[in-house]
Every structure is written in structure tokens, then in C-alpha cells.
């Protein structure tokens, strides 16, 4: 994702105006700059999209959990590899900073297990052999059966019994692995909310 806003300044940190000096379109990414007389300096606020709230259990490499906000790029994470439908190690990609939100939505489990998300987050979605956000009503909703994996790599299937929305105070992250940008979050396969690039693996049963 492009970043939602850029702030340029130049040697002496001055701070170049917004459709005076330069245009950007935060959609496509563009940049335009009016006249470049000196060095500057670009710097972008991205925009998350997929994230957990703190206190997430990430699995590790050594088959120990993890807070989502304790993990660094040192941290080998359990990851699942699409090519071979088995748990592989891979190091965090990109890990989003600490972002607040006043509400979260809490999806519970047939297992009686749980997840606390924000904004947008995917799972796989094992009634039809792709991520699903669980935004998307039409494929995630209860009743549906969703992917779990065990620290063998075993995976499993649970159907969602209940998704409600909690007003209060999070704080929430997001990271994203290497090669295959899931990770093992409270034991699911997750992604971020964009799925559309993931699921061209036309994904069977073993994910």
C-alpha cells in the first residue's frame, strides 16, 4: 500500500507544501515534484490493513508463543509454506507499529478459542479453500469453518460460533512473514486483509 500522506522537507527542513511544491496521489502512489533544487528528504505514513490486538499469541520457530508487540526480526517465526502444505520458518518481512483503536471485533470459536482483531483480517476459509476476511459476511460468518494448525502442523477445523464488537480502548499490531506474509496467530493461518494476491495459490484442503 502507498503511503496515506508524505511529508518532503529539504536541507535546511524546510517543509515543502502540498499542491504548491508537489502532488501526491495516495491511491496509485505518484509523486510529483514541482521544482528540485536541493536534496530532500520523503518521508511516508502508511496505512494497516490486517491487525491483532495486543496480547495475540504468535507461534515461534522453537514451538513457544509470542506477544504480537514483543516480536522483532530476530524473532524465527512458524509460518505456513502454501508450496508444501506444511509448517516452514521464516523472519518477520515487516512488523507495523503500535496503532490504537476505540473498538475491536472478537471472533470465538467451537473449540472455545478466540481472536481479537481490528479493521481488516483474513483466515482461511476451509468450506471453500481460501482466505477470507472476516469482514466479508458472505464467506465468513458463523457456522463457517476456519483453519487451525498445531505445533506438528496438523491442521484442524473450527467453525465460527460467535462475532461481536467490543467498544474499548486497544492497542493493535500486524506482522507479516517472508515469502508467504502469514502468520500462526492464537493457532489460525493469517493474513491481512487483502487476500486477492494469496488465494491465486488455488488452495486445496491442505491449504
Same mark, same amino acid.
Given at each position: 500500500? @502507498?503511503?496515506?500522506?508524505?511529508?518532503?522537507?529539504?536541507?535546511?527542513?524546510?517543509?515543502?507544501? @502540498?499542491?504548491?511544491?508537489?502532488?501526491?496521489?495516495?491511491?496509485?502512489?505518484?509523486?510529483?515534484?514541482?521544482?528540485?533544487?536541493?536534496?530532500?528528504?520523503?518521508?511516508?505514513?502508511?496505512?494497516?490493513?490486517?491487525?491483532?490486538?495486543?496480547? $495475540?499469541?504468535?507461534?515461534?520457530?522453537?514451538?513457544?508463543?509470542?506477544? &504480537?508487540?514483543?516480536?522483532?526480526?530476530?524473532?524465527?517465526?512458524?509460518?505456513?509454506?502454501?508450496?508444501?502444505?506444511?509448517?516452514?520458518?521464516?523472519?518477520?518481512?515487516? &512488523?507495523?507499529?503500535?496503532?490504537?483503536?476505540?473498538?475491536? $471485533?472478537?471472533?470465538?470459536?467451537?473449540?472455545?478459542?478466540?481472536?481479537? !482483531?481490528?479493521?481488516?483480517?483474513?483466515?482461511?476459509?476451509?468450506?471453500?479453500?481460501?482466505?477470507?476476511?472476516?469482514?466479508?459476511?458472505?464467506?465468513?460468518?458463523?457456522? $463457517?469453518?476456519?483453519?487451525?494448525?498445531?505445533?506438528?502442523?496438523?491442521?484442524?477445523?473450527?467453525?465460527?460460533?460467535?462475532?461481536?464488537?467490543?467498544?474499548?480502548?486497544?492497542?493493535?499490531?500486524?506482522?507479516?512473514?517472508?515469502?508467504?506474509?502469514?502468520?500462526?496467530?492464537?493457532?489460525? !493461518?493469517?493474513?491481512?486483509?487483502?487476500?486477492?494476491?494469496?488465494?491465486?495459490?488455488?488452495?486445496?484442503?491442505?491449504?
Amino acid at each position: 500500500y @502507498a503511503p496515506s500522506s508524505l511529508t518532503i522537507t529539504d536541507t535546511n527542513n524546510n517543509e515543502l507544501v @502540498a499542491g504548491t511544491d508537489y502532488t501526491y496521489d495516495s491511491e496509485t502512489g505518484a509523486l510529483h515534484i514541482k521544482s528540485v533544487t536541493d536534496d530532500l528528504t520523503i518521508k511516508g505514513s502508511g496505512r494497516s490493513e490486517g491487525c491483532l490486538v495486543k496480547g $495475540t499469541k504468535i507461534l515461534l520457530a522453537n514451538g513457544t508463543y509470542k506477544n &504480537i508487540e514483543d516480536i522483532n526480526y530476530d524473532d524465527l517465526l512458524m509460518v505456513w509454506s502454501y508450496d508444501t502444505g506444511k509448517l516452514t520458518k521464516e523472519y518477520p518481512l515487516w &512488523i507495523e507499529n503500535e496503532h490504537t483503536s476505540d473498538k475491536y $471485533t472478537k471472533i470465538t470459536f467451537s473449540d472455545n478459542s478466540f481472536i481479537k !482483531v481490528v479493521m481488516a483480517h483474513s483466515f482461511f476459509n476451509m468450506d471453500i479453500n481460501k482466505f477470507v476476511d472476516f469482514n466479508d459476511k458472505e464467506n465468513f460468518h458463523i457456522g $463457517t469453518n476456519i483453519a487451525k494448525v498445531d505445533k506438528k502442523g496438523n491442521l484442524k477445523k473450527v467453525f465460527v460460533t460467535n462475532i461481536e464488537e467490543i467498544y474499548e480502548n486497544v492497542s493493535y499490531y500486524f506482522v507479516a512473514s517472508t515469502r508467504y506474509y502469514n502468520i500462526i496467530s492464537e493457532d489460525f !493461518v493469517t493474513t491481512d486483509g487483502y487476500v486477492d494476491i494469496t488465494n491465486l495459490y488455488k488452495f486445496n484442503n491442505d491449504i
